[in-house]
């Protein structure tokens, strides 16, 4: 039944997105397969209802005005799929969260491209034999230390005070307002010169940043990386686990996708959105965390270009 199928499209779900494919081809795809598999469906009978109509009534004298009882249609419950319902807000939701998300980074040491990608316009190539394992490992640490403290500068939490406290220790502490980007944990997965696979945890980013996080990673070796591949791995409470494969894009496999979510998306808004309750307001235009910062790979960038 197409109100049944739309009752259920109310929530999150999560898609795989290949390579190459534009982010918009992709939900006009998914939006395609939605709208396809509900007209597929049949239609739900009309509900009726008793209305009341006045009506002539012919008599031997004169004409008279009686009430007759007729069933009609009620229109309320005929569908129109503007997109998944409540999903929408709940989007919203996890924008406020300010969610970190998981990233594979693959960087190439010996060369510097003007757009940070391996298929950019070659500007530099450099040596890497110097460039060891235990240095990448330094590196990553210092980034990570200070990505760390600018994440509590954005805050705008007093760590001074009990609740501030708590929620650094169980980790929650998250920007008040939009920030530039952060990263909340930085490791290398493989190192194989001149090869090199990190993994990112951040916030805010955007894929530029990533693969420029890369050059300067190179830079601080003392050498020039080009970014050769950027793999998201989780968004914030979605895995790949959940991510619908393109074969998987039809009304039943997102209904589906969003009925095994709405569980643990409704749990984890709880658990992110809860410690800011009762915190101070964000800060406005102008206040600290619009000042310029130094852009290195060592500290944050002073903006986020979306």
Not at 136 to 160: C, E, F, P, W
Not at 240 to 261: K, V
Request: glycine share 8%; aromatic share 6%.
């Amino acid at each position: 039944m197409a109100s049944a199928g739309l009752a259920r499209l109310q929530g999150l779900f999560a898609v795989y997105k290949p390579p190459g494919l534009k982010w918009k081809h992709l939900r006009d795809t998914v939006e395609l397969q939605l709208l396809k598999g509900l007209n597929a469906g049949k239609p739900p009978a009309p509900k009726q209802r008793v209305r009341f109509l006045l009506e002539p009534v012919d008599s031997s004298k004169e004409k008279e005005l009686t009430l007759t009882a007729n069933r009609v249609p009620t229109l309320i419950d005929h569908p129109l799929v503007l997109g998944v319902g409540h999903g929408c807000g709940l989007l919203t939701d996890m924008y406020n969260a300010h969610l970190t998300k998981d990233y594979t980074v693959r960087g190439l040491l010996g060369k510097a491209t003007d757009d940070f990608c391996e298929d950019g316009r070659l500007v530099e190539k450099t040596t890497y034999d110097h460039v060891t394992r235990e240095k990448l490992d330094r590196i990553l640490a210092v980034i990570q230390g200070s990505h760390q403290k600018a994440l509590v500068t954005y805050s705008n939490l007093d760590l001074q005070t009990q609740e501030a406290y708590e929620m650094a220790v169980s980790g929650v502490i998250r920007p008040m307002n939009k920030s530039p980007m952060l990263i909340t944990g930085i490791r290398c997965l493989q190192f194989a010169p001149p090869e090199f696979l990190l993994e990112v945890q951040c916030m805010h980013e955007t894929q530029k940043q990533l693969r420029r996080l890369v050059h300067e990673i190179g830079l601080e070796l003392k050498s020039t990386a080009v970014c050769t591949q950027v793999r998201r791995t989780r968004d914030g409470f979605f895995t790949l686990d959940d991510a619908l494969l393109r074969t998987q894009w039809d009304l039943l496999s997102i209904q589906g996708a969003i009925q095994a979510a709405a569980p643990r998306v409704a749990a984890e808004l709880e658990k992110s959105l809860r410690p800011w309750l009762g915190t101070q307001e964000p800060p406005g235009p102008g206040q600290p965390w619009d000042s310029e910062r130094p852009r290195s790979a060592l500290e944050p960038e002073s903006h986020v270009g979306h």
